[in-house]
């Protein structure tokens, strides 16, 4: 059972980058998912979270720029980073809450998940 994140790169500020995260070895349909971020020498912090059914939460610092989806038929979800900004840098992980099933609870902190992808780093140069 695993989550396999891709899709980071280095952007210019004001750039674009979808990330994905494939689930594979158990369906992840029925659990919330998320992004979580860690940038050098700062806590693993969450960036947007989706239920099951599909409704979203973003953390203050991403509302309007980000946004986070999923694809139940292919086990997926991703992260759309638009109008990207240095700050933005980080190593992006995507998670799933085992505990969330058919949950309409946002859990936002990163203790609440249980299966992690291995990180895809995103930098952002200004």
């Known amino acids: 059972v695993q989550l396999r994140a891709s899709g980071g790169g280095v952007v210019q500020a004001g750039g674009s980058l979808r990330l994905s995260c494939a689930g594979s070895g158990r369906t992840f349909s029925t659990y919330a998912m998320a992004w979580f971020r860690q940038a050098p020498g700062k806590e693993r912090s969450l960036v947007a979270t989706?239920?099951?059914?599909?409704?979203?939460y973003y953390t203050d610092s991403v509302k309007g720029r980000f946004t986070i989806s999923r694809d139940s038929a292919k086990n997926t979800v991703y992260l759309q980073m638009n109008s990207l900004k240095p700050e933005d840098t980080a190593v992006y992980f995507c998670?799933?809450?085992?505990?969330?099933?058919?949950?309409?609870?946002?859990?936002?902190?990163?203790?609440?998940?249980?299966?992690w992808g291995q990180g895809t780093q995103v930098t952002v140069s200004s």
């Open positions: 989706i239920t099951w059914s599909e409704s979203t």
């Open positions: 998670a799933a809450a085992t505990r969330s099933r058919y949950s309409a609870t946002f859990y936002v902190r990163a203790s609440d998940y249980d299966y």
